[in-house]
């Protein structure tokens, strides 16, 4: 487990994972593009995303149980394979059924890469080192995000449509190549693969990677916190910051740059955080849950256009849930044994993908209503009519919050079973302040 090696097989899997990201907030940035493309209502636009991420979510588990089985390698090369694909497929497609074909590719491809690139975190470093590599993880692959922001964005606004997502397939055929020729699954004489399996056992593995309360909390911290930025980057930010708000589009540019920045930022915090604190993990959770609920709360509740310094507190906020979300799989790591970490990291990450397709189809559904209504007076991204459509995300923080706190006594009985109580957070916050007091007295 040697340290350089260790770094160019986690910097291999970040470069798919960059890819990945990159594949899936595309569409994002070419929303508006797209309706006219596709010359499609608000529905049939938002059901492009809504049936990558029902791809995605649908395969969380299954790539989960065929990663453990296969290793992290041959599942990373096949998704970027599929995404190439998906974006060729898009490239030249011009009508809805045909660009739905390219996203439930991408989604498919997707789905493959980022549980596969977590797998091989704890193989590749010692167990102290796996909560910040995990949150350096998800900050590196943020910048896929920033690519589709900055570089598509500027393709396909100067060359077009076609151009713009065949270079996205370029880099899905480059992440496949630099995968095969360099990519490992695990150090020498490490087992990285689980033993064969039949059905009965793959069942028995996820039923009880599903019945760990641990697994549970991680997959409803990732619902609630990770969904709401999703929405955003991946579908009606760029509408509602343009169309409702009146951003123009160097503004937005900027503001999804300061969304991929905050969130690079923030990442290393949550790493040291649940190292030094774990557990204090979901209060943590919650905590960014708040904050979400507050932060939608000020902007759609603000008579008239928001101004720029709110607009940009939503976005640091939203940036926040991304690496805040991670959490989830460090319960996964934590409540699992390592043959079972494909599977239950599989089933958390389906939270937040299943909360954003959710977000997403509501919000588009909601907006053709108003539409069709005349509430919307002949606009469809109107600022009114996204006051109306983005307060769902009210709804799924409150269900996800409520499951947290469900999930979290479980965990906590389960901890007091084996002889681990945790004290209330005012009463530890309380002693710590006292053992600091102590401890300058003792200095002076």
């Known amino acids: 487990m040697t340290a350089p090696r260790a770094w160019l097989i986690w910097t291999v899997g970040i470069f798919s994972y960059l890819v990945a990201v990159s594949q899936r907030t595309s569409f994002g940035v070419a929303g508006i593009e797209a309706t006219e493309r596709f010359q499609a209502s608000a529905a049939a636009i938002s059901s492009f995303t809504v049936l990558q991420l029902l791809v995605y979510a649908g ?113 899905g055929g480059l992440a496949a190549v630099l995968v095969l020729i360099l990519l490992q699954d695990a150090p020498p004489g490490v087992q990285a693969r689980a033993s064969n399996q039949g059905i009965r056992d ?58 991929v920045a905050t969130a690079m930022a923030v990442g290393p915090f949550f790493g040291r955080f649940v190292s030094r604190h774990p557990l204090r993990r979901s209060t943590m959770v919650l905590l960014i849950a708040g904050m979400t609920a507050l932060a939608w709360a000020a902007v759609l509740l603000y008579p008239g256009r928001s101004p720029l310094w709110l607009l940009a507190v939503l976005v640091v906020v939203l940036a926040v849930g991304g690496p805040g979300s991670m959490i989830g799989f460090d319960f996964a790591r934590t409540f699992n044994p390592a043959h079972r970490m494909g599977t239950a990291t599989g089933i958390v990450n389906v939270g ?87 401890l300058r007295r003792e200095n002076q």
């Open 59 to 171: 395969l969380q588990i299954p790539v989960g149980i065929l990663v453990d089985r296969f290793g992290s390698r041959a599942m990373i090369a096949a998704g970027a394979v599929l995404m190439g694909l998906g974006q060729l497929q898009m490239a030249f497609a011009d009508t809805v059924p045909a660009g739905v074909l390219g996203r439930v590719l991408v989604g498919a491809g997707d789905a493959m890469t980022f549980i596969s690139v977590i797998r091989l975190i704890p193989l590749w470093f010692a167990p102290a080192k796996v909560p910040l590599v995990t949150q350096l993880t998800g900050m590196s692959g943020q910048l896929g995000q920033l690519f589709s922001v900055v570089p598509f964005a500027l393709v396909l606004g100067a060359a077009g449509w076609t151009p713009a997502f065949l270079m996205l397939a370029g880099m």
């Open 202 to 259: 793959i069942g028995r593995s996820l039923r009880h990677a599903w019945q760990q309360p641990g697994t549970r909390l991680g997959m409803w911290s990732h619902f609630t916190i990770q969904f709401a930025g999703t929405v955003f980057a991946m579908t009606w930010g760029y509408p509602f910051l343009i169309s409702g708000q009146g951003l123009d589009s160097a503004t937005v540019a900027g503001l999804m740059s300061l969304y």
């Open 352 to 438: 937040g993908f299943f909360a954003a397709l959710i977000a997403i189809f509501l919000v588009g559904t909601i907006l053709d209503i108003l539409y069709a209504t005349g509430y919307s007076q002949g606009e469809l991204y109107g600022l009114d009519a996204f006051r109306i459509a983005l307060s769902v995300h009210f709804l799924l923080l409150a269900v996800g919050s409520t499951a947290i706190l469900a999930a979290k006594k479980k965990v906590r009985h389960q901890m007091a079973a084996q002889g681990v109580v945790v004290q209330p957070l005012l009463r530890t916050m309380a002693e710590q302040r006292r053992q600091r007091r102590d």
